[in-house]
């Protein structure tokens, strides 16, 4: 059986996230077994830009307007600088040709890398399945998280 | 060292690299070597720790100015 990487993405830092990716992908090439967790706001590296469901709930429902989600939105975790910062930062990537989160998405998903979003912060921040890219295959909870930590040889909170 | 199959990584930087050669293993048989066109320092260090988790065989490299070669055997 492979050894298995596990790693728990809570931010949605644009640094952060990369950084995550940089890893799992790094793993599955290895011939690693590699599961992502998306939890808090990590899961809005997974939403898709336009929302699609609506809250009932009035505070959801605005709560889901500021909290934008979309792998294009996310921001340095240092020198953002009112979007600048960030601008820069991905054309500095683009320069430099390291992947944009976009592509490490795919990249992901070609290496098999399972891509599972938390269902707590689903329902806490009101995003519904059809929210969600297609990259995602799998929506679960602490337990199915613990399971499969329990037999990874590396596990990273990010 | 001849090679029997060349991967350009020219200006990628990690985890590319890798992750390109791991592609491009798939494809090859058994025992074919595959050059690697890199102009990342740190596949010098890659490069060995992959080929060890992955059991192919790092067969070493070759600097000309800023290309680094690297030969790796599939098994």
């Known amino acids: ?158 | 060292m001849k090679a029997d199959r060349t991967l350009d990584c020219y200006g990628l930087f990690c985890p590319m690299p890798i992750i390109k050669t791991g592609e491009m293993l798939k494809e090859m048989r058994k025992e074919e070597i595959l050059e690697i066109i890199s102009t990342d320092e740190g596949i010098e260090k890659d490069m060995p720790a992959w080929c060890e988790m992955t059991g192919n065989e790092f067969l070493g490299i070759e600097k000309e100015d800023e290309i680094i070669k690297v030969y790796v055997r599939k098994k």
């Open chain 1, 1 to 158: 059986m492979s050894d298995k990487l596990t790693l728990i993405v809570f931010s949605d830092n644009l640094d952060k996230a990369l950084a995550a990716f940089n890893i799992a992908t790094g793993a599955a090439s290895m011939g690693m077994e590699v599961s992502i967790f998306f939890t808090f706001w990590g899961l809005n590296i997974l939403r898709k830009k336009k929302e699609v469901s609506k809250p009932k709930n009035f505070i959801k429902k605005i709560f889901k307007k500021i909290n934008k989600g979309g792998y294009d939105k996310l921001k340095l975790s240092k020198f953002h600088m009112f979007g600048i910062g960030t601008f820069l930062m991905k054309n500095l990537m683009k320069e430099s040709n390291i992947p944009s989160i976009k592509e490490m998405l795919s990249l992901a998903k070609n290496l098999g890398i399972n891509i599972i979003a938390c269902n707590t912060t689903m329902e806490i921040m009101g995003i519904k399945r059809e929210d969600l890219i297609p990259e995602v295959n799998e929506i679960a909870g602490v337990a199915t998280y613990l399971s499969k930590a329990k037999d990874s040889k590396i596990n990273l909170f990010v």
